[in-house]
């Protein structure tokens, strides 16, 4: 339920970035009890994880809903901008900077003029919604990112609470943090090109090399 809901708010590659980047702090977390304390400390490495999990997730999804609100701020004053400048040159060329953050980047010189042109063109029958603080989308956003920590941080504690050893709980709940990785940079390897299996490994190989430094640094 919790990854339906943060489906119909998050785009797939924001959904499975996000939850990368709670896979990365677990297994930074679980690399700082050494093996030998685990059946003494598992308790602790389980509220941590979760904990830091809870912590990250409200951190990031409020930063997250603040900047869609900053973004829906700096559009609002641009839109003002362009109907009342006279300068049609300069009014074009602040729609051209605009889109540079959309998919017309990709478009040639000319071409974003000419969708700049049009966009002017018929900007002044429109008119500028009223700027709010936070809308739902954003409250919702901001809960989608919540619950992908919280889910993610809660799956890959679970093996200290089902398995008896330790030891083995650690290793597989590293073993599936690092396999979701791969998965994260096999999605993302898909979407740039036939990368799949290098960028793959790269994010799992990752994961490892921050599982092993913290371990050793802390373990």
Known sequence: MARRYAR?????????SEAAV??????????????????????????????????WGFIDGFTNAIGGSVDRGNQARLVQDIQSDKNSDKAINEVIEALDDTFVSRYSKEAKKT?????????????????RFLTRDELEGFLSIFLI?????TLLSFPYVILPNKIDAWILSNTLGIAWLFFYGYRVGAILGNKKIPIGLVTAGAGIVFLTVSYLVYG
């Open 149 to 153: 920590y919280v889910v993610a941080g």
């Open 8 to 16: 119909s708010h998050l785009d797939f590659i924001d959904l499975i």
């Open 115 to 131: 969708i700049a042109e049009e966009i002017l063109k018929n900007s002044p029958r429109s008119s500028a919604t009223k700027q």
């Open 22 to 55: 709670a896979v990365y702090m677990v297994i930074i977390i679980n690399g700082y009890v050494a093996l030998s304390q685990l059946n003494t400390q598992f308790y602790y490495i389980l509220a941590v994880d979760i904990g830091a999990c809870i912590a």
